[in-house]
């Protein structure tokens, strides 16, 4: 166990709603990233929070969006879901503001578009 | 832009058999590489890292990786596998002055052990 916790575990949705997915970091890392892994693929960095506030993004469209929380919880939420949003979301937690440091990650929600 | 290579989709091996993974980077400046496992049902989990010093690096469950950087390689092995090492294996790399702690994964390597 990694600590990092995210719930749900498993969601469907039908194209075109909206889904939030959400993620405790481990204790003591204000740091939190989300990770798109489509089927047979790598994870692939969505952003990073760090204190709150967004500090980094990968290439991914305005309609994913998140929040981090006092708490340093996070959500990430997808507006006007596709077909090829269906994926394994995977949130990771790291220590303040460190570099040289490991990702910690957690189980995954297993999202599926319909 | 970063990217990570893994040379082998899908590697077959019987058990006590010999393992290396090959990982190439694309980043020319300074970086950090990680293995990371996923056995089936679960979470990423660590294997090893390399941050600086010793190019060989030991990690958990006898695997270990050598960090070669004239070729931008970190290759995972180890010496003699079990069944319980089939799994999918990924290669991650992030670099510490990007501002933010991105980590850029291969698209991973499957491991089918066979008893």
């Known amino acids: 166990e990694t600590g990092v916790t995210q719930s749900p575990t498993h969601l469907i949705k039908t194209r075109g709603q909206q889904v939030t997915l959400r993620c405790s970091s481990q204790?003591?890392?204000?740091?939190v990233s989300w990770y798109q892994q489509a089927l047979g693929q790598g994870p692939q960095f969505i952003f990073q929070?760090?204190?709150?506030?967004?500090?980094g993004r990968g290439n991914f469209p305005p309609r994913f969006s998140g929040l981090q929380f006092p708490n340093y919880s996070s959500e990430l939420n997808v507006n006007a879901l596709e077909l090829d949003d269906s994926a394994l979301y995977l949130c990771?937690?790291?220590?303040?503001?460190?570099?040289?440091?490991?990702?910690?990650f957690g189980q995954g929600t297993r999202l599926t578009v319909v | 832009a970063q990217s990570v290579s893994q040379h082998n989709h899908h590697v077959i091996l019987s058990e006590a058999a010999s393992l290396e993974l090959g990982c190439n980077y694309s980043?020319?400046?300074?970086?950090?590489l990680f293995w990371y496992v996923q056995y089936p049902g679960q979470h990423l989990q660590l294997l090893l890292k390399?941050?600086?010093?010793?190019?060989l690096v030991k990690g958990i469950k006898g695997f270990e990786a050598e960090f070669i950087k004239s070729k931008f390689s970190f290759n995972l092995r180890k010496p003699s596998v079990q069944w319980s090492d089939t799994a999918e294996y990924f290669c991650?790399?992030?670099?510490?002055?990007?501002?933010?702690?991105?980590?850029?994964f291969g698209k991973g390597t499957k491991l089918s052990v066979i008893p």
């Open positions: 990771a937690s790291s220590q303040p503001g460190a570099m040289n440091t490991e990702a910690f």
């Open positions: 204790s003591g890392h204000n740091t």
């Open positions: 929070y760090y204190r709150e506030e967004e500090n």
């Open positions: 980043y020319g400046g300074t970086v950090n």
């Open positions: 390399y941050f600086s010093g010793d190019p």
């Open positions: 991650a790399v992030n670099s510490p002055g990007a501002g933010s702690y991105q980590l850029t």
